[in-house]
Each structure stands twice: as C-alpha cells, then as structure tokens.
C-alpha cells in the first residue's frame, strides 16, 4: 500500500516535472524566436535604409549639388529635401577649412558657420573612393526622445568633378523601430497567453490524470466485486440446495407428522429460501454475463408449444391472484432460433414481473410474426405502470421503482437488465410502453428459424 502511494507521488511529481519544463521552455523558446527574428528583420531594415540614405547623398551629388561656389541654390535645393523627407534630421554641407569642416548650407540655418572636426567626417574626406561613411549614432530626436540615425558623411564635387564639400545627413530609424517595439510588445501579450493557456491545459491535465488514477481503480473495485459476487454466489447455491432438499423431505412427513403451525412455518421457510434461490440466481447470470461466460446454444424451438407451456406454468399463479390470462398467438407462429432455457427465463422474468404488479385486470401473452426474420413476443398487463421519468433507467443493474406502489413488492432489480443481456445475446431487442397506473407492454424480438442461415450454425455448433 505505501509503495503504491509513493508510486503515485512519482507520477504526480514526474507530471509537475512535466509542467514546470513545459512551463519554462515554451516561453524561452518563444521569446528567443521573437528575439532572433526582429534582429534579422531590424538588420535587414538597417542595411535597407542605409542604402537607401546613400542613393540620396549620391543623387545630390551628381544631379543637384552644383559646387561650393554656388552654395545658395544648394541651400534652395535642400530646402526642398527637408519639406519632402521627414525622416531627415541633418543634411549640412561643410567645407574644408584648415583642419575643420565649416557648415555652409543646411537644414538648420541657425547654425551656419559652425565648424567641426568630427573623426568620421575626416576618415569619409580623407577616403579615397568616395564611398564616405555610415555610422549609425544615437541622440534625441524631433520628439524629444532618444532616437537612432544612420548618420552618413560624403564627399561632394562641384560641376568640373572635383571634391570641394561634404555632405552629412542623419536619416532616422524611428518608423522601423517603432515597428520592431510594435512587434515586441505583441509578442509579448502572446507569451502572456500562450502561458496562461499552458497552466490552464496542465491543470486539466492534471484533473484527467487524476481522474484516469480513479477510473482505473474504480474498474479494479467493479473487478473485485464481480469476483466476489461470482463466488458468493456459486459457495451459496450448494447450501440452498441442501436447505432446499431437508425442506421438502420434512414437508413430506419424512421426519414425522407435522402440526398446523410447523406446516405453517415450512411454508415460510420455503418461501425465503425460494427467495434466496432466485437472488443467487441472479447474481450469478449477472457475473456470467459480466464475464462474457453466458454461453447461447440456439437451435429450432416450436413457438406455441414453448409459449403455451409457460403461460400453462403461469395460469395458476396468476389465477390466483384473481387476475384474467389470455393468449394471442398467431395462428401460423414460424419456429424461432432461440436458446431454450434462456428463451424461457425471458419469458419467465416478463410473466413475473407482469404478476408482481399488476393488482387487477388481466395479463397477455401475444406473439406475432413481425417480419419474414424476426417474432415478436409481447407481455401485456393492466398493472400500476410507470411513468416516463421511471422507465428512463427501466433496463440498468439493480434498477427499481420506489414509490407507494411497489412498496413492499419484493425484487432486486436485476431481472429487467439479465433479461436485456439475454435477449440481445440471443439477436433481438426490447421495448416496453407503459401508462402509469393503466399498465404496462414488455416486448422482445427473437430471430425466426431459418434453415439457410441457422442449419451452417448448427452443424458448426455439433462439431464442437
Ligand atoms: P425487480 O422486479 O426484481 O425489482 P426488475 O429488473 O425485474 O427488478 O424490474 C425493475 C423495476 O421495474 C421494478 O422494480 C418495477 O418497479 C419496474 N417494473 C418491472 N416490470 C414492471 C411491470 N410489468 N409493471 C410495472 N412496473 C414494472
């Protein structure tokens, strides 16, 4: 017992185990994918733009940079560029003076005149291709907030093709990292769920888990009981069939006269163990039946004949409580392929029933030929009825109706559900209609004998 319930720590455990890796690693990966793809949509967008910075520079260069000495109409000209680029912070065109690059023309006139001797704008002057440089710098821009630039410094040559000014615009980067926060704060919210939905599928995990542990042992418990039905059962039909035997051996006057009130209670006494008889029969069809051990022989059976012979059982019984028998059978009935007995105990447990409760009134037996394969046996009585809600669970184990009516009726509630099983183990089906307090129709279907299909059975039955 211990052992198993450290077993049962260890699956829960390794399930937690389950859950926390779960738990941990769909998130890493997520955030690592994200991460990685907004660094290489961020790179390529990086490279895109820079080229994009230096295709104006060039175009300035050699369609509308005329040269220093007419660096009022280049002011004109990039007073238009700044109207037309919102994305452009700076676009300064210095001129070399001694060690410094002076500005001469600009967005920000303000500013014109100032001098700098920025490194990059030496490397890019200093270079001898022309290529300039792009760097990408970080300051605060339009919107007060810091930003990222690619800043580019090139050279620019007046109209003769000499290098006489350079050029240096920062392009900023804000629409595309805006986009790239965009994106992570999307991805964000989608770990957030994502997470949520994870914990949310371990719980239930957990629940199914939980409820397979239960189900399982639930099915060793329905195991053990069958078992120990089964065998109950069997170790008390022996005793009842000796209490049965010494009983009718003392009723016959094998021990002696027996007086009015030892008759009296033999009676009882047989009664009860009448009573008992049939719960352990019943019990034990439950188990077989359970077990897959109900085995059906089926073979011809004459159908009036076995019918007439159990209503002929049943005219007593049922005479005797002061109620009506007819029997309705088909003139032509066709022979049926049914096991005997178990035909007969179906048979048996409707006629009871229809005895049991019915108070007044009559009880039929009919039997009709209901298709070219199939008979139908109904058993009819003007008994207490049943309602719908009732016969909803009509035909499940240990299943009875209690109410003022059946009160005292003594029954387990197994015939109902055993007559079922046998019915369907023998090919047919069965209904019941039923009118409270007008009365109830219990009716089956049985196959009918046909020697084409049925004699290939029967002779594979006889080799066995
Ligand atoms: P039992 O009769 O031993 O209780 P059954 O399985 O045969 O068990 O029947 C289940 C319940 O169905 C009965 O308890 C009874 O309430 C109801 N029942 C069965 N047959 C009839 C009938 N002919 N008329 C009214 N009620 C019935």
């Not at 452009?88 to 600009?106: C, M, P």
């Not at 050279?155 to 790239?180: C, Y």
């Not at 003007?382 to 009726?409: D, P």
């Amino acid at each position: 017992m211990a052992k198993s319930k450290n077993l049962f720590f260890l699956k829960q455990s390794h399930q937690v185990i389950y859950g926390i890796i779960l738990i941990v690693l769909i998130p890493i990966f997520i955030v690592f994918n994200t991460l990685r793809t907004v660094d290489l949509f961020r790179d390529n967008i990086d490279i895109s733009l820079q080229r994009q910075a230096f295709s104006l520079a060039r175009m300035f260069d050699s369609a509308i940079y005329q040269g220093a000495d007419d660096i009022d109409d280049a002011q004109e000209k990039i007073d238009l560029i700044q109207q037309s680029n919102p994305s452009l912070d700076i676009f300064n065109i210095y001129i070399r003076e001694g060690d410094e690059f002076k500005l001469v023309a600009g967005f920000d006139e303000a500013s014109i005149g100032q001098t700098s001797n920025d490194l990059n704008y030496v490397i890019s002057w200093h270079r001898e291709d022309d290529s300039g440089t792009a760097t990408i710098i970080s300051k605060e821009g339009s919107d007060k907030r810091v930003q990222r630039f690619w800043e580019l410094a090139v050279p620019l040559h007046n109209l003769e093709g000499d290098r006489d000014a350079l050029l240096v615009l920062n392009m900023s980067l804000k629409v595309m990292d805006d986009l790239v926060a965009d994106s992570l704060w999307d991805s964000g919210i989608f770990i957030v769920i994502t997470l949520l939905v994870v914990v949310l599928l371990l719980i239930l995990n957990t629940r199914l888990f939980e409820h397979a542990i239960l189900f399982r042992k639930l099915k060793e418990v329905d195991k053990m009981k069958d078992e120990f039905i089964s065998i109950a059962s069997h170790e008390l039909r022996t005793p009842i069939t000796t209490i049965k035997g010494f009983l009718s051996m003392a009723q016959e006057g094998d021990y002696g006269q027996l007086n009015e009130a030892g008759e009296k209670g033999f009676k009882i006494m047989e009664a009860s163990v009448n009573r008992l008889g049939n719960l352990v029969e019943d019990l034990l069809n439950v188990s077989r039946i359970e077990q897959n051990r109900l085995v059906i022989k089926p073979k011809p059976i004459d159908t009036k004949e076995i019918l007439n012979s159990l209503a002929d059982e049943f005219d007593l019984r049922i005479g005797q409580k002061g109620l009506q028998f007819k029997r309705s059978f088909d003139d032509d009935l066709p022979q049926i392929w049914v096991d005997e007995d178990k035909f007969r105990q179906v048979v048996i447990n409707l006629l009871g029933n229809a005895v049991k409760y019915t108070k007044k009134g009559e009880i039929e037996l009919i039997a009709k030929k209901e298709s070219d394969n199939m008979l139908t046996v109904t058993v009819k009585d003007s008994g207490i009825g049943m309602s719908a809600e009732e016969r909803k669970s009509l035909f499940e184990k240990f299943y009875r109706i209690q109410g003022e009516e059946t009160r005292g009726i003594i029954g387990t509630g197994l015939g109902l559900w055993i007559t079922k099983q046998i019915v369907e183990l023998m090919g047919g089906q069965i209904f019941v209609d039923s009118i409270k307090h007008v009365g109830s129709q219990f009716y089956f279907t049985v196959p009918i004998y046909d020697s084409k299909i049925h004699k290939v059975e029967e002779k594979k039955e006889n080799k066995k």
